[in-house]
Each structure stands twice: as structure tokens, then as C-alpha cells.
């Protein structure tokens, strides 16, 4: 059974920073896209970065380029979000997700696409002005 585990969400003023943290489970981990997404109240889902494990290509939505850090620790099966210089439009629900896709394209599409297999409960980023 898949399992997705999200930690470090808070709230932080702006320019502040803060690391989230997704633990997987039941899955190949050395194949598979990791990636996490995001929605505000109101707002539609919005891709924010995603790793193929196995390749480790990186792939990130436009307006977290230069801010943000998509990482992983293989020994651990986890992926990390580094949120630099955080602003106040990054305010939402983030979620990690993964899609048992191996290959760096394939991973590239399901990012842009939002088309992942699974996602995580969800972790609350909240930046203010």
C-alpha cells in the first residue's frame, strides 16, 4: 500500500523560509516522479516542482523558479521542498505527490499535467505581509 507523508508546513512572514519534508512508501522509490502541488482557497490546483527519483531531473512551475528547491535522500525515500524568500501568493495547501512513472519525460508530463497517481494529506503554508 502507497503512502505519502508530508511534514514542515507553518506560517512565516514574508521573505522568511521554510523546508517541506514527504516521506514514500510502498513504492519503487528509485522510479518513480515525485512532486508537490499546491491550491488556495478559491483557486485551482497549481504545480509547484517535481523530481524523477531515478533520473533525478527537476522540473518547476514558473513563478517558484530561483526560490524554490525540489531534493531528495534516496536512503531515506524522502523528497524535500525548500521554500526560500517566501511571499505572501505562495499562501495555500501544499501536497506531495508521486506517480509510479520512471522515465525523466514521462515525469516532466505528469508534472505539467497534475496527472500524478497519489498525493499526501496536505500541509498548510501560510506566508503574511
Known amino acids: 500500500q502507497v503512502h505519502l507523508a508530508e511534514s514542515g508546513g507553518g506560517s512565516v512572514q514574508a521573505g522568511g523560509f521554510l523546508r517541506l519534508s514527504c516521506a514514500a512508501s510502498g513504492y519503487s522509490y528509485g522510479s518513480i516522479c515525485m512532486g508537490w502541488f499546491r491550491q488556495a482557497p478559491g483557486k485551482e490546483r497549481e504545480g509547484v516542482a517535481a523530481?524523477?527519483?531515478?533520473?533525478?531531473?527537476?522540473y518547476y512551475a514558473d513563478a517558484v523558479k530561483g526560490r524554490f528547491t525540489i531534493s531528495q535522500d534516496n536512503a531515506k525515500n524522502t523528497v524535500y521542498l525548500q521554500m526560500n524568500d517566501l511571499k505572501p501568493e505562495d499562501t495555500a495547501m501544499y501536497y506531495c505527490?508521486?506517480?509510479?512513472?520512471?522515465?525523466?519525460?514521462?515525469?516532466?508530463?505528469?508534472?505539467?499535467?497534475?496527472?500524478?497517481?497519489?498525493r499526501g494529506q496536505g500541509t498548510q503554508v501560510t506566508v503574511s505581509s
Open positions: 523530481i524523477s527519483t531515478g533520473t533525478g531531473s527537476k
Open positions: 505527490a508521486a506517480d509510479e512513472t520512471s522515465t525523466a519525460g514521462a515525469c516532466n508530463y505528469v508534472f505539467t499535467q497534475l496527472a500524478f497517481d497519489d
